[in-house]
């Protein structure tokens, strides 16, 4: 069974761009969270999809922020326009019935 | 409001000895959960464990074992006899049963095994 995978691994972007990360979970779990992890301090929250449906983005920084799981797949993560602040690793995690979560490689994110 | 404190940024050892993580919690639900997850070099997160707040039997698995004391909100980790393949960073998380499952992390701790 294929674990999760995220796409691409790294990203090297410059300020003001946009970057579009993609999630794809394990076959069928229904839940699948954002987290993102910002200049080796603590692994953050970020969503929480449920299917198709957001059930919980108050962990999203700001509007630059763009989440969206079409059809209750995959999930993609724009950021628009990229900040420096926004370099980080962005983990994704998914979970059949919100039980154990399993974490894909993380996508690093540098933004110059 | 939820909390989770690795107090240890970074823990170097030799090969063999044992060391233990420590992780403490602060949240005000009675029913939460506790997880340690592994991160190698290669970045994924790996899952190693789960207890929920109303197990406070300590676990081992091989050469891994958790001591979980709610009297002092702590969930240690203790790796015996530590080898090379154990460097890794070590993530302490906490989830409420009453939210959507996300975990709240500590900083993570820095575990390297020399030979």
């Known amino acids: 069974e294929a674990g999760v995978t995220q796409f691409p691994s790294h990203s090297v972007i410059e300020k003001g761009q946009t970057v579009t990360l993609r999630c794809d979970p394990i076959?069928?779990?229904?839940?699948l969270y954002w987290y993102r992890r910002v200049m080796g301090k603590e692994i953050k929250f970020l969503l929480h999809?449920?299917?198709?449906?957001?059930?919980?983005e108050s962990g999203m920084p700001n509007n630059r922020f763009l989440a969206e799981r079409t059809g209750g797949t995959y999930s993609t993560l724009k950021v628009q326009p990229a900040e420096l602040e926004d370099s980080g690793v962005y983990f994704c995690?998914?979970?059949?019935?919100?039980?154990?979560?399993?974490f894909g490689a993380g996508t690093r994110l540098s933004v110059l | 409001a939820q909390k989770v404190t690795q107090a240890q940024t970074e823990i170097s050892v030799v090969e063999k000895e044992d060391v233990t993580l420590d992780c403490v919690y602060e949240?005000?639900?009675?029913?939460?959960?506790l997880f340690w997850y592994k991160q190698p070099p290669s970045g994924e997160l790996v899952f190693l464990i789960r207890?929920?707040?109303?197990?406070?039997q300590n676990e081992i698995s091989g050469r891994y074992s958790w001591n979980f004391q709610k009297s002092t909100s702590s969930f240690n980790f203790t790796i015996t006899a530590s080898q090379v393949v154990d460097s890794a960073v070590y993530f302490c998380?906490?989830?409420?049963?009453?939210?959507?499952?996300?975990?709240?992390f500590g900083q993570g701790t820095t575990l390297q095994v020399k030979p």
């Open positions: 995690a998914s979970s059949q019935d919100r039980n154990i979560q399993y």
């Open positions: 949240t005000r639900d009675t029913t939460y959960y």
């Open positions: 999809f449920v299917k198709e449906s957001k059930q919980d």
């Open positions: 207890r929920n707040s109303f197990d406070e």
């Open positions: 076959s069928g779990h229904d839940n």
């Open positions: 998380a906490l989830s409420e049963a009453d939210n959507t499952g996300k975990l709240i």
